[in-house]
């Protein structure tokens, strides 16, 4: 019978150099090299952006009362690195209640100038502030005199000389070795785009209301769906008097399946609720001929028509129900069962 002898230990295939020696000392060198060149672009654009918080003056806020005056919208525009910055900050802008989109400033050469109107103002994006590609969208703006707010490193360049405001970049140094590829400049633009967008955004008294309306699909759009979205109401709400026996009380309950009862005056202010918790710690042979006043809970948790589904979420994971009646000035105007938080998206 053949037999399976074991390897020679002189023929085994000698270890890979690379896997043996990953935790050598060489390898410990690179790994801190890379966190070492990491931390440092990191730490060279906070400065950048700590600068740019203190450079900050009233220039930012004569920006903001023209950018806020307009009519028409926010045109951003730039070339090459700076145009990628443009468009977020042009679709930042429009997300938070400020009406605004991206004009490329090769684009706007050969006919996009005319999506450009005197209702509009124009946000030009350009660190060394002598990018050629800008000329025509500047020659523009003067021409028809159409607001020009400029973010530039150079306030005597082209672009600053020609702008109503101009919004200075510290003049701190580029993260990359070579002091060349834009990373500290393009972050620090980026940063004082969100500043203008937010600070408009405060201006106007823009709310979680109006933001829902901007971003009505994803996560953003869930976390801010309301109550008064989601709750059941009229027919569908399981109402009776204070006087009502308990043996109607739970056809009513059994009907509209949603395991409770809310009781409510003359003026449908609620008085208090009936759960299937309730009618269990009631059981005896009188239940039913009880008048549900003498078996509901008084003072039950409730919320707001106008407060946001997350929250009801939290109100009843905390107390461990699974309805809250919708109260608006004491009046039930809803209920809201977790099953429709759940389906809706909102855990």
């Known amino acids: 019978m053949w037999e399976k002898r074991p390897k020679d230990p002189g023929n085994a295939e000698p270890m890979n150099p690379t896997k043996a020696n990953l935790k050598s000392e060489g390898a410990d060198d690179v790994q801190n090299a890379d966190l070492d060149s990491a931390r440092r672009v990191l730490r060279l654009e906070a400065q950048a952006l700590d ?16 950018l806020s005056g307009i009519k028409g919208r926010v ?23 400020t009406p605004a989109f991206f004009v490329h400033p090769g684009e706007a050469s050969h006919g996009d100038l005319g999506m450009v ?9 350009s660190n060394s502030g002598e990018t050629p590609e800008l000329s025509d969208i500047i020659a523009h703006a003067k021409r028809f005199a159409i607001p020009l707010v400029a973010i530039t490193r150079r306030a005597d360049g082209t672009l600053g000389e020609s702008a109503d405001v101009v919004l200075r970049l510290p003049d701190t140094p580029e993260a990359c070795s070579m002091g060349l590829a834009p990373t500290t400049s393009t972050t620090a633009t980026l940063g004082l785009g969100d500043a203008i967008a937010v600070a408009l955004l405060d201006r106007k008294g823009f709310s979680a209301s109006d933001f829902r309306s901007l971003h009505p699909g994803g996560q953003l759009g869930l976390r801010l769906l309301k ?4 709750m059941h109401q009229g027919d569908e709400l399981p109402l009776t008097g204070p006087d009502t ?5 739970i056809i009513e309950i059994t009907s509209k399946r949603f395991g409770c009862i809310g009781i409510v005056d003359a003026t ?25 006043s003498e078996v509901m809970t008084v003072d ?45 998206g909102v855990a």
């Open 245 to 249: 026996p308990m043996s109607q009380a």
């Open 75 to 97: 045109i951003v525009t730039g070339m090459g690195k700076s145009g990628h910055i443009a468009r977020k900050i042009a679709a930042t802008l429009a997300s938070t209640g």
């Open 227 to 230: 109550v008064s979205e989601l």
């Open 300 to 344: 039950p948790k409730t919320i707001r028509p106008q407060a946001l589904a997350s929250e009801a979420v939290q109100v009843m994971n905390a107390t461990g129900i699974t309805n809250l009646f919708v109260v608006d000035e004491g009046i039930a105007v809803g209920v809201l069962h977790l099953h429709d938080c759940l389906r809706a």
């Open 117 to 125: 109107t005197v209702d509009d103002a124009i946000i030009a994006l």
């Open 51 to 66: 600068a740019l918080s203190q450079s900050l003056d009233g220039g930012f806020v004569r920006a903001l009362d023209l």
């Open 268 to 292: 449908s202010r609620l008085l208090g609720i009936v759960t299937d918790g309730d009618i269990r710690r009631h059981m005896d042979e009188g239940l039913l001929r009880k008048p549900v």
